[in-house]
């Protein structure tokens, strides 16, 4: 089994930057992909990106440009650098784990971005 935590969220002006953290425990077994989503009240889940356990990283296109994925903390910590901040960016952010399928979810983050 494995606990993710995610941390970072917050109120921002549109603009404006916010780090999301996530940290993973537990029996993390090799090759895994930690990925970030997000969901806005009344819409489904969203991709934003991914690392790989081997580095590899993917970001949505509709983030490219803005949202950086990176690893932090060895191989147990991935952030989520958010730049450059929408009001349409106004969702709950999670991180989720897994081999193939995320089979683990954090319990999300707010990021409020204002006008």
């Known amino acids: 089994q494995v606990q993710l935590v995610e941390s970072g969220g917050g109120l921002v002006q549109a603009g404006g930057s916010l780090r999301l953290s996530c940290a993973a425990s537990?029996?993390?077994?090799?090759?895994?992909?930690m990925g970030w989503f997000r969901q806005a009240p009344g819409k489904g889940r969203e991709f934003v990106g991914s690392?790989?356990?081997?580095?590899?990283?993917s970001t949505a296109n509709s983030v490219k440009g803005r949202f950086t994925v990176s690893r932090d903390n060895g191989k147990n910590t991935v952030s989520l650098q958010l730049n450059s901040l929408k009001p349409e960016d106004t969702a709950v952010y999670y991180c989720?784990?897994?081999?193939?399928?995320?089979?683990?979810w954090g319990q999300g983050t707010q990021v409020t971005v204002s006008s």
């Open positions: 989720a784990y897994g081999w193939g399928t995320y089979d683990y």
């Open positions: 690392m790989k356990w081997n580095g590899d990283t």
């Open positions: 537990g029996r993390t077994f090799s090759p895994y992909t």
